[in-house]
Protein backbone atom coordinates (compact mmCIF):
# COMPACT_ATOMS: atom_id res chain seq x y z
CA UNK A 1 0.00 0.00 0.00
CA UNK A 2 1.19 3.35 -1.11
CA UNK A 3 1.66 5.30 2.36
CA UNK A 4 4.32 8.63 3.38
CA UNK A 5 4.54 8.71 6.80
CA UNK A 6 5.88 12.25 8.72
CA UNK A 7 7.65 12.69 11.79
CA UNK A 8 7.47 14.51 14.30
CA UNK A 9 3.53 15.20 14.44
CA UNK A 10 4.67 18.19 15.99
CA UNK A 11 7.66 20.12 16.88
CA UNK A 12 8.39 23.47 18.99
CA UNK A 13 11.55 25.10 18.43
CA UNK A 14 13.21 28.36 19.16
CA UNK A 15 13.85 31.33 16.71
CA UNK A 16 17.02 30.94 15.25
CA UNK A 17 17.76 27.54 16.09
CA UNK A 18 17.82 24.79 12.86
CA UNK A 19 15.30 21.87 13.16
CA UNK A 20 14.81 18.71 10.43
CA UNK A 21 11.75 16.89 9.44
CA UNK A 22 11.45 13.90 8.11
CA UNK A 23 9.46 11.78 6.10
CA UNK A 24 9.21 7.57 4.90
CA UNK A 25 7.47 6.39 2.35
CA UNK A 26 6.45 3.48 0.73
CA UNK A 27 5.29 4.59 -2.71
CA UNK A 28 5.45 2.46 -5.99
CA UNK A 29 6.79 3.40 -8.67
CA UNK A 30 8.03 6.55 -7.27
CA UNK A 31 7.62 9.81 -9.95
CA UNK A 32 8.94 12.61 -7.39
CA UNK A 33 8.80 13.70 -3.73
CA UNK A 34 7.61 17.16 -2.64
CA UNK A 35 7.48 19.27 0.09
CA UNK A 36 4.78 21.88 0.87
CA UNK A 37 4.70 24.23 3.48
CA UNK A 38 1.08 25.40 5.41
CA UNK A 39 0.22 27.83 7.15
CA UNK A 40 -2.81 27.88 9.51
CA UNK A 41 -6.50 28.72 7.37
CA UNK A 42 -4.20 28.94 4.16
CA UNK A 43 -3.80 26.72 1.31
CA UNK A 44 0.00 24.52 0.57
CA UNK A 45 2.66 26.39 -0.85
CA UNK A 46 5.23 24.07 -2.62
CA UNK A 47 8.80 24.69 -1.08
CA UNK A 48 10.63 21.72 -3.08
CA UNK A 49 10.44 19.34 -6.39
CA UNK A 50 12.90 16.71 -6.22
CA UNK A 51 12.67 13.68 -9.02
CA UNK A 52 14.57 10.30 -7.90
CA UNK A 53 17.93 11.81 -9.65
CA UNK A 54 18.26 14.79 -7.09
CA UNK A 55 19.04 13.99 -3.40
CA UNK A 56 19.21 17.55 -2.12
CA UNK A 57 17.67 20.86 -3.16
CA UNK A 58 17.36 23.76 -1.20
CA UNK A 59 15.03 26.97 -1.27
CA UNK A 60 16.31 29.85 0.47
CA UNK A 61 16.72 28.47 4.41
CA UNK A 62 15.06 25.16 3.22
CA UNK A 63 16.96 22.46 2.46
CA UNK A 64 15.54 19.12 1.26
CA UNK A 65 17.11 15.83 0.54
CA UNK A 66 16.32 12.18 -0.94
CA UNK A 67 17.61 9.37 -0.10
CA UNK A 68 15.26 6.89 -2.82
CA UNK A 69 17.20 3.68 -1.84
CA UNK A 70 15.75 3.72 1.98
CA UNK A 71 12.81 6.15 0.72
CA UNK A 72 13.45 8.80 3.11
CA UNK A 73 13.24 12.38 2.92
CA UNK A 74 13.88 15.38 5.48
CA UNK A 75 13.45 19.07 5.25
CA UNK A 76 16.41 20.72 7.15
CA UNK A 77 15.47 24.60 8.41
CA UNK A 78 18.34 27.06 9.12
CA UNK A 79 18.06 29.50 11.32
CA UNK A 80 14.57 29.14 11.71
CA UNK A 81 11.96 32.39 11.69
CA UNK A 82 8.92 32.94 13.48
CA UNK A 83 6.87 33.18 10.20
CA UNK A 84 7.73 29.50 9.68
CA UNK A 85 5.41 28.03 12.06
CA UNK A 86 3.20 26.23 9.94
CA UNK A 87 2.32 23.00 8.62
CA UNK A 88 4.96 20.91 6.13
CA UNK A 89 3.26 18.51 4.21
CA UNK A 90 5.59 15.56 2.67
CA UNK A 91 3.89 14.49 -1.01
CA UNK A 92 5.00 11.93 -3.07
CA UNK A 93 3.87 11.26 -6.78
CA UNK A 94 3.59 7.49 -7.48
CA UNK A 95 3.52 6.77 -11.68
CA UNK A 96 6.31 6.18 -14.16
CA UNK A 97 8.81 9.25 -14.63
CA UNK A 98 7.26 10.31 -18.09
CA UNK A 99 3.57 10.49 -17.45
CA UNK A 100 3.02 12.75 -19.87
CA UNK A 101 -0.46 13.95 -19.25
CA UNK A 102 -1.98 11.67 -17.14
CA UNK A 103 -2.37 12.25 -13.51
CA UNK A 104 0.31 10.02 -12.20
CA UNK A 105 -1.28 9.53 -7.89
CA UNK A 106 -0.03 12.25 -5.45
CA UNK A 107 0.39 10.42 -1.77
CA UNK A 108 0.12 12.74 0.98
CA UNK A 109 1.73 12.88 4.32
CA UNK A 110 -0.45 14.57 7.56
CA UNK A 111 2.81 16.76 8.24
CA UNK A 112 4.60 18.07 11.15
CA UNK A 113 3.67 21.40 12.59
CA UNK A 114 6.30 23.60 13.24
CA UNK A 115 5.65 26.10 15.90
CA UNK A 116 8.83 28.62 16.55
CA UNK A 117 8.84 30.89 19.80
CA UNK A 118 10.89 34.03 20.19
CA UNK B 1 -0.22 35.01 -4.11
CA UNK B 2 -0.41 31.87 -5.79
CA UNK B 3 -2.87 32.11 -8.91
CA UNK B 4 -5.50 30.56 -7.56
CA UNK B 5 -8.59 32.05 -5.67
CA UNK B 6 -11.64 30.56 -3.94
CA UNK B 7 -14.53 32.30 -2.71
CA UNK B 8 -15.94 32.24 -0.37
CA UNK B 9 -13.19 31.95 2.65
CA UNK B 10 -15.97 30.83 4.94
CA UNK B 11 -18.76 29.07 5.15
CA UNK B 12 -21.46 28.04 7.43
CA UNK B 13 -24.40 25.91 6.32
CA UNK B 14 -27.63 24.07 7.29
CA UNK B 15 -27.58 20.30 6.36
CA UNK B 16 -30.72 21.39 4.40
CA UNK B 17 -29.09 24.25 2.11
CA UNK B 18 -27.14 24.54 -0.66
CA UNK B 19 -24.55 26.18 -1.82
CA UNK B 20 -21.38 26.57 -4.31
CA UNK B 21 -17.96 26.93 -3.62
CA UNK B 22 -16.06 28.75 -6.43
CA UNK B 23 -11.99 28.32 -7.56
CA UNK B 24 -10.76 30.74 -10.21
CA UNK B 25 -7.19 30.14 -11.85
CA UNK B 26 -4.98 33.15 -13.84
CA UNK B 27 -2.13 30.98 -14.46
CA UNK B 28 -3.42 29.39 -17.25
CA UNK B 29 -3.34 26.11 -16.21
CA UNK B 30 -4.90 23.01 -17.91
CA UNK B 31 -5.52 20.91 -15.16
CA UNK B 32 -7.54 22.08 -11.60
CA UNK B 33 -8.72 19.90 -8.70
CA UNK B 34 -11.12 20.11 -5.79
CA UNK B 35 -9.07 18.47 -2.14
CA UNK B 36 -10.79 18.19 1.12
CA UNK B 37 -8.57 18.40 4.26
CA UNK B 38 -10.16 16.96 7.72
CA UNK B 39 -8.01 17.52 10.87
CA UNK B 40 -5.51 15.06 11.02
CA UNK B 41 -5.66 13.78 8.06
CA UNK B 42 -4.15 13.87 4.91
CA UNK B 43 -5.50 16.02 2.24
CA UNK B 44 -8.08 14.06 0.33
CA UNK B 45 -7.87 14.54 -3.66
CA UNK B 46 -11.88 14.73 -4.67
CA UNK B 47 -12.24 15.47 -8.19
CA UNK B 48 -9.53 16.18 -11.27
CA UNK B 49 -10.70 18.17 -14.25
CA UNK B 50 -8.38 18.18 -17.38
CA UNK B 51 -9.34 20.79 -20.50
CA UNK B 52 -12.70 21.05 -18.84
CA UNK B 53 -12.96 17.06 -18.42
CA UNK B 54 -13.50 14.92 -14.91
CA UNK B 55 -11.04 12.72 -15.19
CA UNK B 56 -10.93 11.58 -11.34
CA UNK B 57 -13.56 11.49 -9.22
CA UNK B 58 -12.42 9.66 -5.99
CA UNK B 59 -15.76 8.14 -4.40
CA UNK B 60 -17.27 10.83 -3.42
CA UNK B 61 -20.71 11.91 -2.05
CA UNK B 62 -23.13 12.84 -4.53
CA UNK B 63 -23.99 15.82 -2.28
CA UNK B 64 -20.38 17.48 -3.37
CA UNK B 65 -21.23 18.13 -7.09
CA UNK B 66 -18.17 19.70 -9.29
CA UNK B 67 -18.73 21.97 -12.25
CA UNK B 68 -15.89 23.05 -14.85
CA UNK B 69 -17.46 25.53 -17.19
CA UNK B 70 -14.14 26.46 -18.58
CA UNK B 71 -10.09 25.88 -17.62
CA UNK B 72 -9.97 28.73 -15.03
CA UNK B 73 -13.31 27.91 -13.35
CA UNK B 74 -14.17 25.50 -10.83
CA UNK B 75 -17.58 25.02 -8.79
CA UNK B 76 -18.00 22.51 -5.97
CA UNK B 77 -22.09 22.72 -5.46
CA UNK B 78 -22.89 21.30 -1.93
CA UNK B 79 -26.27 20.10 -1.12
CA UNK B 80 -27.50 18.20 1.98
CA UNK B 81 -24.23 17.99 3.56
CA UNK B 82 -23.52 16.79 6.79
CA UNK B 83 -21.59 17.69 9.71
CA UNK B 84 -19.24 15.07 9.17
CA UNK B 85 -18.66 17.81 5.73
CA UNK B 86 -17.13 20.37 7.77
CA UNK B 87 -13.24 20.89 6.55
CA UNK B 88 -10.85 23.13 4.56
CA UNK B 89 -11.95 22.83 0.58
CA UNK B 90 -8.66 23.98 -1.60
CA UNK B 91 -8.62 24.16 -5.06
CA UNK B 92 -5.39 23.72 -7.20
CA UNK B 93 -4.69 24.09 -10.35
CA UNK B 94 -1.49 22.71 -12.76
CA UNK B 95 0.43 22.81 -15.96
CA UNK B 96 -0.23 19.14 -16.83
CA UNK B 97 -0.94 16.10 -15.01
CA UNK B 98 -0.72 15.90 -10.87
CA UNK B 99 2.01 13.23 -11.33
CA UNK B 100 4.41 15.38 -12.98
CA UNK B 101 3.87 19.19 -12.47
CA UNK B 102 4.02 21.18 -9.60
CA UNK B 103 0.26 21.89 -8.66
CA UNK B 104 -0.85 25.91 -7.30
CA UNK B 105 -3.22 25.71 -4.23
CA UNK B 106 -5.75 28.49 -3.29
CA UNK B 107 -6.19 29.70 -0.05
CA UNK B 108 -8.92 27.03 0.61
CA UNK B 109 -12.69 27.67 1.98
CA UNK B 110 -13.44 27.04 5.70
CA UNK B 111 -17.32 24.91 5.34
CA UNK B 112 -19.09 24.24 8.94
CA UNK B 113 -22.07 22.14 8.15
CA UNK B 114 -24.34 22.95 11.24
Known amino acids: KNQVEQSPQSLIILEGKNCTLQ??????????LRWYKQDTGRGPVSLTIMTFSENTKSNGRYTATLDADTKQSSLHITASQLSDSASYIC?????????????????FGKGTKLSVKP | ETGVTQTPRHLVMGMTNKKSLKCEQH?????MYWYKQSAKKPLELMFV???????ENNSVPSRFSPECPNSSHLFLHLHTLQPEDSALYLC?????????????FGPGTRLTVT
Open chain 2, 92 to 104: ASSQGGQGTFEQY
Open chain 1, 91 to 107: VVSAGTMNYGGSQGNLI
Open chain 2, 27 to 31: LGHNA
Open chain 1, 23 to 32: CNYTVSPFSN
Open chain 2, 49 to 55: YNFKEQT
